[in-house]
């Protein structure tokens, strides 16, 4: 159990375009998905916690106008990047955490992660 | 803010040594885990830690929660090829939505 899906897995688009980017819990419901970005040779980077139901939350730097994200179900959160400049090119990985109820740990499982590259 | 700093930043091994690494905070953390990522893939969580203190084992992986709340260590014994890859700390303040703070990776390379 506990498994992340993100799609597409890899995404070459032009400078200008926007691109969605799906992440999916497939066994569990997740009220909370976090979305990363990660450069080559560097650690996770979180840029947004993503609530369903409700707007995310962005970390300080990072544009929401820039990237966008909606939860729209318990299972998918999804991240458009939207005018896509190469200097957007990057890993983008997602992650849901499996809620168990009060009291209990709530354990974040990551998705395989989305190469973009932006021409 | 809060940081991990994590070490070594590479190793580079023989297969069948033990490897040890570790995170250390100035912040205090409640929850420390350890994931492991493979190139072109994400982290996948190797051992969860919620007690200062608690050692916990799987397979030949054990993690230990520092006393302090701001530190834990990861050993991996008797390393095989399969072992390579970029290993991750991340410490949590909350069980609940809180969000994860990263190390900045341990890179394991082995010999055969």
């Known amino acids: 159990g506990a498994v992340v899906s993100q799609h597409p897995s890899r995404v070459i688009c032009k400078s200008g375009t926007s691109v969605k980017i799906e992440c999916r819990s497939l066994d569990f419901q997740a009220t909370t998905m976090f979305w990363y970005r990660q450069f080559p040779k560097k650690s996770l980077m979180l840029m947004a916690t993503s609530n369903e139901g409700s707007k995310a939350t962005y970390e300080q730097g990072v544009e929401k106008d820039k990237f966008l994200i909606n939860h729209a179900s318990l299972t998918l959160s999804t991240l458009t990047v939207t005018s896509a400049h190469p200097e957007d090119s990057s890993f983008y990985i997602c992650s849901a955490r499996r809620n168990r109820g009060r009291g209990a740990h709530n354990e974040q499982f990551f998705g395989p992660g989305t190469r973009l590259t932006v021409l | 803010g809060q940081q991990l700093n994590q070490s070594p930043q590479s190793m580079f091994i023989q297969e069948g040594e033990d490897v040890s690494m570790n995170c250390t905070s100035s912040?205090?953390?409640?929850?420390w885990l350890w994931y492991k990522q493979d190139p072109g893939e994400g982290p996948v969580l190797l051992i969860a830690?919620?007690?200062?203190?608690e050692l916990t084992s799987n397979g030949r992986l054990t993690a230990q929660f520092g006393i302090t709340r701001k530190d834990s260590f990861l050993n991996i014994s008797a390393s095989i090829p399969s072992d390579v890859g970029i290993y991750f700390c991340a410490g949590q303040v909350g069980q609940g939505a809180q969000k994860l703070v990263f190390g900045q990776g341990t890179r394991l390379t082995i010999n055969p």
């Open positions: 830690l919620y007690k200062a203190g």
């Open positions: 912040s205090i953390f409640n929850t």
